[in-house]
């Protein structure tokens, strides 16, 4: 079974969630993004968990308010059930102008829960 349009869409605004909750400092919705035993690794560090992602969330948006996540070129592919898939990332600083801070690449692997399409792990490499 390959991936619905609905779960394409459902897909695209986890990404979006994703982006919104960390730059809100939204700690537990950036990790409700995520499964319970989930994993990040952006590079410096990885989070597992609930709570470990959760206060990554939150730090990120304490310590750069002015941080704004932008994912593009999204591709995802899937049986149904789990999914493949990834982004390019632009991240900046719009506090005192708007400087780029970040580029890189989103490798994502998903779940569907009984909650939703759900990231399992996603690993940011930094161009």
Same mark, same amino acid.
């Given at each position: 079974?390959?991936?619905?349009?609905? =779960?394409?869409?459902?897909? +695209?605004?986890?990404?979006?969630?994703?982006?919104?909750?960390?730059?809100?400092?939204?700690?537990?919705?950036?990790?409700?993004?995520?499964?319970?035993?989930?994993?990040? =690794?952006? *590079?410096?560090?990885?989070?597992?968990?609930?709570?470990?992602?959760?206060?990554?969330?939150?730090?990120?948006?304490?310590?750069?308010?002015?941080?704004?996540?932008?994912?593009?070129?999204?591709?995802? =592919?899937?049986?149904?059930?789990?999914?493949?898939?990834?982004?390019?990332?632009?991240?900046? +600083?719009?506090? *005192?102008?708007?400087?780029?801070?970040?580029?890189?690449?989103?490798?994502?692997?998903?779940?569907?829960?009984?909650? *939703?399409?759900?990231?399992?792990?996603?690993?940011?490499?930094? =161009?």
């Amino acid at each position: 079974m390959t991936l619905t349009a609905e =779960d394409l869409t459902l897909i +695209n605004a986890l990404y979006a969630r994703y982006n919104t909750a960390i730059d809100t400092g939204d700690g537990a919705g950036f990790a409700a993004c995520f499964t319970p035993d989930g994993h990040l =690794d952006t *590079g410096m560090g990885g989070q597992t968990g609930t709570e470990a992602i959760a206060a990554f969330g939150t730090g990120t948006h304490e310590t750069l308010p002015g941080l704004r996540h932008q994912s593009n070129n999204i591709v995802v =592919d899937g049986d149904g059930s789990t999914a493949s898939g990834g982004a390019f990332l632009v991240a900046y +600083n719009v506090e *005192g102008g708007y400087t780029v801070m970040a580029t890189g690449r989103y490798t994502d692997e998903l779940a569907k829960t009984d909650a *939703g399409w759900r990231f399992t792990s996603r690993v940011f490499v930094a =161009d």
